[in-house]
């Protein structure tokens, strides 16, 4: 399974793979990217199973980022990561096709799960 995690902060990405590690949750080949754009075009080229998509991020917001995304990949699965106050972007994700969406700070035990189903 091909995994993309899109995020502004470092420590994110951070915090997902050893969520991952700790679940024990094996054979995940994981990309990052940092901002929106970059989102898009590491995706064309990496075709990822699975992309974790934050909604507020610079250059191009993970909206954006996921029309992109989408447009070039319409089966892959979405998950968006929201702050408070992203109600209505994270309606809009799914409204374009994000599978799930989980707020941060997340939970660890809520991020496992839905690396679960999604897979």
């Known amino acids: 399974m091909k995994l993309l995690v899109v995020d502004d902060a470092k420590l994110i990405h951070f915090m997902v793979k050893k969520i991952l590690k700790e679940a024990g949750i094996d054979g995940i080949e994981i990309q990052d990217a940092f901002d929106g754009n970059q989102a898009a075009d590491i995706a064309k080229e990496f075709k990822p199973d699975l992309v974790l998509l934050d909604v507020v991020m610079p250059e191009k917001d993970g909206i954006e980022a996921l029309r992109s995304i ?50």
């Open 70 to 119: 989408k447009e070039d990949n319409p089966d892959v699965k979405v998950i968006m990561l929201s702050s408070m106050g992203t109600s209505q972007k994270v309606s809009e994700a799914l409204k374009l096709g994000a599978n799930a969406f989980i707020q941060k700070p997340f939970d660890e035990e809520e991020l496992c799960a839905l690396f679960r189903k999604e897979m």
